[in-house]
């Protein structure tokens, strides 16, 4: 059962503990979570075209999402960045998102962020904005409409393109990002261009997977973050 945002709010946080570190003894202070695992696009380097999602028995609620986030600051993240799938595809997405807030009131939390999209907002980036939310990375893998639709499948780059309008027009701060994949590669040259001839926020090149040797093992040692796939679908 969700909960309304203030029953979320008024959830005490667990007392600090030891913090947590990673193999190579660093600190991990950056936490990703993983909202959903539903999204209204079918990248082809991400997912099937008829996707079969997880059984919403099985998934966590958005109080349970607030409680293990908690858990986390409370260990020492101070940075908190919500993923999907499309996170703001997650119904009560923003009931989690004004009650993950409240650790940013209280210094607990540097920074809550998400990556998007960019499909819903038009709807979001205002709500965002007024939650606390400074800073948006948008999947962008081209600016070619027909090429957009082949990688996307379902998506449209009109709608993409007045959400980032939309979140520039609310004050949110936006980095764009492309997949560093083969499908992707050949769009590049015109979202860089567009980055050099208007006032298009930066794209930054990511990858789809972590680089890896012939033995499988990482190639450099990773960088201190944890990502937390919640398997979760709307609820």
């Known amino acids: 059962m969700e909960h309304d945002t203030q029953t979320l709010l008024d959830r005490q946080v667990l007392p600090p503990r030891a913090p947590l570190v990673d193999p190579f003894a660093r600190a991990i202070t950056y936490l990703r979570v993983s909202v959903t695992d539903r999204c209204d696009f079918r ?50 997405i923003m009931t989690l998102v004004g009650s993950l807030a409240r650790h940013l009131k209280t210094g607990a939390l540097d920074e809550l962020t998400l990556t998007t999209n960019g499909s819903q907002l038009p709807k979001y980036a205002r709500e965002l904005v007024d939650l606390g939310v400074k800073r948006v990375n948008v999947s962008l893998d081209t600016l070619d409409p027909d090429k957009f639709r082949a990688i996307t499948r379902w998506g449209e780059l009109d709608k993409v393109l007045a959400g980032i309008d939309a979140a520039q027009a609310a004050g949110l701060n936006i ?61």
């Not at 293990?68 to 993240?77: D, E, H, M, Q, Y």
């Open 43 to 92: 990248c082809v380097y991400c997912m099937a075209e008829n996707m079969t999602f997880l059984p919403k028995v099985d998934l966590l609620s958005l109080e349970e999402l607030d409680r293990l986030c908690s858990v986390f600051i409370a260990k020492g993240v101070r940075k908190l960045r919500l993923t999907g799938g499309e996170p703001l595809v997650r119904r009560g």
């Open 175 to 235: 980095t764009t990002s492309t997949c560093r994949s083969r499908s992707c590669a050949r769009a590049w040259p015109s979202a860089i261009r567009s980055t050099r001839s208007t006032t298009a926020p930066a794209v930054l090149p990511a990858t789809c997977a972590s680089p890896r040797l012939a033995d499988g093992s990482a190639s450099s040692p990773p960088s201190p973050t944890i990502s937390a796939k919640a398997a979760i679908a709307c609820g």
